[in-house]
């Protein structure tokens, strides 16, 4: 069988092309052209050629290509000591999270955050924003840029899309690095084909639709025992998209132990599984006609910054 396959084959290694829609897609105008982070890998085997050459090649060999290619590697080299950043998927938290939604960075140089980015590559891609004037943090609430090579349902990337004026693919910094400026983000904004058509959303579109309003701006919601993700995880995702999530004190304290000061017009909105609707968790909220939303309601919500109540509602079991 042959299969017909793009450059991203060669940087990922050991997979086989055929399954991978991403290693089979042809037509782009920089199909063969490998950012950094996966230049590096395709550099890799070549490295003791590329040192020997770098001071002792031939006329017909290009001095600086040569000499730029060891210094990429050279960059990739002894990373391990370098925190990784890849955070856990949305049933975990993420470090560095602050409060509020809105960034707090007042230079109009960028501020660059990262997620999903190998750990043999971080550290060139911070020196690049350092070196350009940039600064690098870890909370996505700081930042105007994040960089991201796919789309994630993390809480990191989640939290993005509501606060971040860009998220952009790495090879945005590979050429602000070449040009040695921070160039226009447009052309580099993050496009992930197979993840916008699973999830029916695009990067670009999310974060117009966020700068338009917070998606949960004056919301209060409330999780039940078992959601997933986990309490801390959902309220950092919620208090970025401008809503607050409540826990048991503070629905004690506002509506009382039976949800008695419950103003039908509040905008309440209750988080909740179908095993905590089964077991009856939700009985009282269903008595007073509070919504009660499967996780989706949040987690596809915040992707698309588009709330979708009919899809994802939850309805109380009937007893027969």
Not at 171 to 198: P, S
Not at 219 to 232: C, D, E, G, H, I
Request: charged content about 20%; some cysteine.
């Amino acid at each position: 069988m042959c299969v017909m396959c793009n450059v991203c084959t060669l940087a990922d290694g050991q997979i086989p092309a055929i399954l991978y829609p991403r290693h089979t897609k042809l037509g782009s105008p920089d199909e063969f052209c490998a950012p950094f982070y996966e230049a590096v890998r395709l550099l890799k085997p070549w490295q003791s050629f590329i040192a020997g050459y770098s001071s002792n090649s031939p006329q017909w060999v290009n001095q600086e290509s040569t000499q730029r290619a060891f210094f990429i590697l050279e960059q990739a080299k002894g990373k391990q000591d370098v925190q990784k950043s890849e955070e856990s998927p949305c049933d975990g938290g993420v470090e560095g999270m602050v409060e509020g939604h809105t960034p707090s960075v007042q230079s109009s140089a960028p501020c660059v955050a990262f997620t999903g980015i190998n750990v043999q590559f971080l550290g060139h891609l911070k020196k690049v924003v350092l070196k350009l004037g940039g600064s690098v943090t870890e909370s996505v609430n700081e930042c105007t840029h994040l960089v991201a090579t796919r789309i994630a349902r993390t809480v990191k990337f989640l939290c993005g899309i509501s606060v971040c004026q860009y998220i952009v693919m790495p090879h945005w910094l590979d050429q602000c690095n070449q040009m040695n400026r921070f160039v226009d983000e447009t052309a580099y904004v993050l496009r992930d084909q197979e993840a916008e058509v699973l999830f029916n959303m695009s990067v670009p579109l999310s974060l117009q639709r966020a700068r338009q309003a917070p998606l949960l701006k004056g919301r209060q919601l409330f999780a039940t025992t078992n959601v997933s993700p986990p309490y801390n995880s959902l309220r950092d995702i919620v208090r970025c998209a401008g809503g607050e999530l409540l826990d048991e004190h503070d629905m004690r304290n506002r509506f009382g132990g039976t949800l008695e000061r419950v103003d039908q017009n509040l905008p309440l909105v209750v988080i909740s599984c179908h095993e905590d609707v089964d077991s009856g968790l939700c009985a009282e909220f269903f008595a007073r006609n509070i919504g009660v939303y499967n996780p989706e309601f949040i987690l596809t919500g915040v992707l698309r910054q588009q709330l979708e109540c009919d899809q994802n509602q939850l309805f109380q079991s009937i007893q027969v």
